[in-house]
């Protein structure tokens, strides 16, 4: 016999089935592209790897770990590793210290703030390649006479041909026009802070700074943690940038990572080989984001 | 109404037979894609007046050109994905040898059209003794001078290294910068080429890796790095941030006197200031020896072996290799045909044809580097004009020389 208990539970089962097949063709197309168009390349990438392609020739030998094995020894990898590391770092900085003082700035009561708000995001709608070459221009012409009318040597020559100076170069552009989403990210999370939490903070005395610190910087983290994310990736795969201001130059110096696997498959013909110093960066790049996204969200305010 | 139904009906028969009629007369045209490696304007223009002239003679083949920024690139993709193109120009490169060897293309051996090639360069394209390629133009590279302000100096053309210097140091005292270089992006073109007139081979560069010679005793090494760092010292100071745009711009606005570039930028000179004065003479050779002009061959055709209308693509090479078709092409787009007949009459390189005239010639080294290395030993050159040390540029030449040759 039947009790109506049972015949709920059946018609629970039948429901649940039925939403599983439903979550099921509606994930399986997704899942399908994400196979077809990530992990299907990434297995790929993983067998090119261990074989001696050239990019061209239809046959290719198995060569074993032998590419792995050069890349410990690869100095220039090591140099490009060194090179994304070092702007990464700087970026980072970069980028989260001008977008929050300008989150913070568009946050407050100003006249035409819709106008600066649209004003400050303008740079990230405009293409990389087109920024690079106006900047470019900039850096040979413009930068130089100013920086030689005010007698300021360090900006009398171009700034892209010094050796020194040439990352910081590619990095002022670079953040000229990355700050803008960070910005508007920011400023989302600004403005999901309670305004009484700072109106009790007064009360209790607190200042400005400690407002800041302990209210603000809270409530931004879990911005912060996707802001790291997407600045860290952009930083450590920087390519356009550097590939249209300077093409690894003057002497190297601005070679990154990315730019290097181009040439090495491009360029040398050491398709495998790229492919290689791809993967182990990736291998990196997961690695730093795992730690990363660990310790940041568990700094989080829930 | 009937009437009307019939009449419909009778149109849409007779649309049916229109289009199957139109898809057989398309089907009969023979589409042949083909990718051009050059991106300079004038290399363009010169070849789509070719091909519209060959599209004319032929209306059962039809020729598109694809251009790309970077079509090395571009071709090596393809060839992964077995997309050749039917028809494609290329320079002299590795990466070019290895679709030779991997019988992407066809061996044009043999082919009757050949015999329009001067047999020299003909000679010099080949690879493995057959001729995959048919070569078309060359280019040159040597010293380009403004002759107004030579003139004004009263300054004779040099034709030695020591000339050169002396001239340098006449312009300096004038108060002109003598050289403007595109030292941001292309040493390496100087450097090659240089260093292909120093030396026939690179016979030293294989010592070098084998350990059998030390780098500073290279004479190769030796020999540019000598005269590079001559040259730094006589170049204006924004050489090493510009590329060709800013140094040609200084050129023509007679900031510098000289530079050292290639025939192919005559056509943007003389686009951006139709009167500028200057001739493109022989670069003096640092070794002090004659002086050669430094060729590679820069344009050549191809076609892949994987293109289902091999007659057509042939008869597209038999149409370039006519006389009168590469005149057009030469007008237009300036550098020095190897085509048999072709004349080629620009008063600024009057001087530089005499040379190669002559029988001076000097085959430029990439074409026996390994891939990619020039642009290598190219960094260790501009670090050189950086520094100005020459124990850094043997120890980190050394290094690339190793890299490249025991890889």
């Keep these: 016999m039947v009790t109506p208990a049972k015949k709920r539970a059946v018609g629970r089962s039948k429901l649940q089935r039925e939403q599983t097949l439903t979550f099921i063709a509606f994930t399986i197309p997704g899942f399908l592209m994400y196979c077809c168009f990530l992990i299907f390349p990434i297995l790929m990438g993983i067998y090119y790897s261990f074989m001696d392609w050239n990019g061209i020739s239809p046959s290719y030998d198995f060569i074993g770990l032998e590419n792995y094995a050069d890349l410990l020894t690869d100095r220039k990898y090591k140099a490009a590793l060194l090179f994304n590391v070092r702007y990464t770092l700087l970026l980072i900085v970069g980028v989260v210290v001008i977008s929050v003082i300008l989150a913070l700035m568009l946050n407050r009561e100003i006249k035409g703030r819709s106008f600066f708000r649209t004003l400050y995001f303008a740079p990230a709608v405009l293409s990389m390649i087109t920024i690079s070459l106006i900047f470019k221009q900039i850096f040979f012409y413009v930068l130089p006479a100013i920086g030689q009318r005010l007698n300021i040597a360090l900006l009398s020559s171009n700034v892209l041909a010094d050796r020194d100076l040439a990352i910081y170069g590619v990095l002022f552009v670079h953040l000229w026009q990355g700050v803008a989403l960070p910005t508007l990210l920011f400023l989302a999370g600004l403005q999901t802070i309670p305004q009484e939490l700072y109106e009790a903070a007064s009360i209790d005395g607190a200042n400005a700074w400690q407002q800041f610190r302990a209210i603000t910087v809270t409530y931004l983290l879990p911005t912060l943690s996707v802001v790291l994310v997407l600045v860290v990736k952009q930083g450590l795969m920087v390519f356009d940038y550097v590939k249209s201001m300077t093409q690894g130059g003057p002497g190297g110096a601005t070679q990154s990572i990315a730019l290097l696997i181009y040439n090495n498959g491009f360029e040398r013909n050491k398709y495998s080989y790229s492919i290689t110093q791809a993967i182990a960066t990736g291998l990196i790049i997961a690695f730093i984001s795992f730690i990363q996204i660990k310790y940041t969200s568990g700094k989080k305010v829930e | ?407």
């Design chain 2, 1 to 407: 109404m009937k009437l009307w139904k019939k009449a419909l009906s009778l149109a849409m028969a007779a649309a049916l037979l229109l289009s199957v009629c139109v898809f057989a007369q398309a089907e009969d045209v023979v589409e042949l894609e083909y990718v051009i490696h050059k991106t300079e304007t004038a290399a363009i223009d010169g070849m789509q007046t070719v091909i519209d002239a060959f599209n004319e003679q032929n209306p059962g083949i039809h020729v598109t050109m694809t251009q790309v920024p970077d079509a090395a690139t571009v071709l090596q993709t393809r060839a992964q994905t077995n997309e050749m193109p039917d028809l494609f120009s290329c320079t002299t490169s590795t990466m070019f040898e290895i679709m030779f060897e991997d019988g992407l293309i066809m061996d044009l051996t043999g082919q009757p059209f050949l015999e329009n090639v001067e047999a020299e360069t003909l000679k010099l394209s080949e690879y493995n003794g057959k001729n995959w390629r048919m070569p078309y133009s060359l280019s040159c590279y040597g010293l380009y001078i403004r002759t107004d302000i030579f003139e004004e100096q009263g300054l004779a053309w040099p034709t030695t290294w020591d000339e050169l210097m002396d001239v340098c140091e006449k312009l300096t005292a004038a108060g002109i910068t003598p050289f403007t270089l595109p030292d941001k992006t292309m040493v390496y073109q100087r450097m090659e080429r240089m260093m292909s007139f120093i030396s026939d081979d690179d016979e030293e560069f294989k010592q070098i890796a084998a350990g059998e010679l030390e780098a500073k005793d290279s004479k190769t090494l030796q020999t540019y790095a000598n005269a590079a760092l001559q040259l730094a010292e006589y170049m204006t100071p924004e050489s090493l941030g510009a590329e060709y745009t800013e140094s040609y711009q200084q050129l023509l606005s007679g900031e510098a006197a000289m530079t050292i570039n290639g025939q192919w930028s005559l056509t943007t000179l003389k686009d951006y200031d139709p009167d500028v004065q200057i001739a493109l003479i022989p670069l003096p050779n640092p070794t002090g020896e004659e002086s050669s002009v430094v060729v590679s061959i820069d344009t050549s055709f191809c076609i892949s072996s994987s293109t289902q209308h091999p007659d057509e693509c042939l008869k597209f090479l038999e149409f370039l290799s006519q006389t009168e078709t590469a005149q057009t092409y030469t007008d237009i787009e300036g550098s020095p045909n190897v085509i048999k007949g072709v004349q080629y009459n620009v008063s600024e390189l009057e001087k530089i044809n005499e040379t190669m005239a002559a029988g001076h010639i000097v085959i430029s080294q990439n074409a026996i580097w390994p891939s990619g290395f020039r642009k290598e030993l190219g960094d260790v050159a501009t670090n050189l004009e950086i520094d100005r040390d020459l124990d850094i540029f043997y120890e980190d030449a050394a290094l690339v020389i190793d890299d490249y040759y025991n890889d």
